[in-house]
């Protein structure tokens, strides 16, 4: 059974693996699945209407879940690219 990936989804999940990598993946040419869950929890927060700031804290979090810290400045950036998508 294959799930279906909408093209807003499979564009988020890129900008994720392009732009904001917080571990690194891109680097190591592994394959760009590595954020699709989090692309996809994105899309639904987009469909909820999400804001900008909260986007970017929703990225800061995604950051500390990872033991990261949140790079604030930069996740703000990636949400304002996210919301023109």
Do not use: T
Not at 8 to 28: A, T
Not at 30 to 46: C, V
């Amino acid at each position: 059974m294959s799930v279906q990936i909408s093209d807003k989804v499979k564009n988020i999940n890129e900008l994720l693996f392009k732009e904001w990598d917080p571990i690194g993946i891109s680097e190591l040419g592994a394959g760009n699945d590595e954020y699709l869950s989090y692309a996809l929890q994105i899309d639904q927060l987009l469909l909820e209407g999400i804001n900008e700031d909260n986007l970017a804290k929703f990225l800061d979090s995604c950051e500390e879940y990872m033991l990261l810290p949140p790079r604030s400045k930069e996740n703000q950036q990636i949400a304002k690219r996210i919301l023109h998508l």
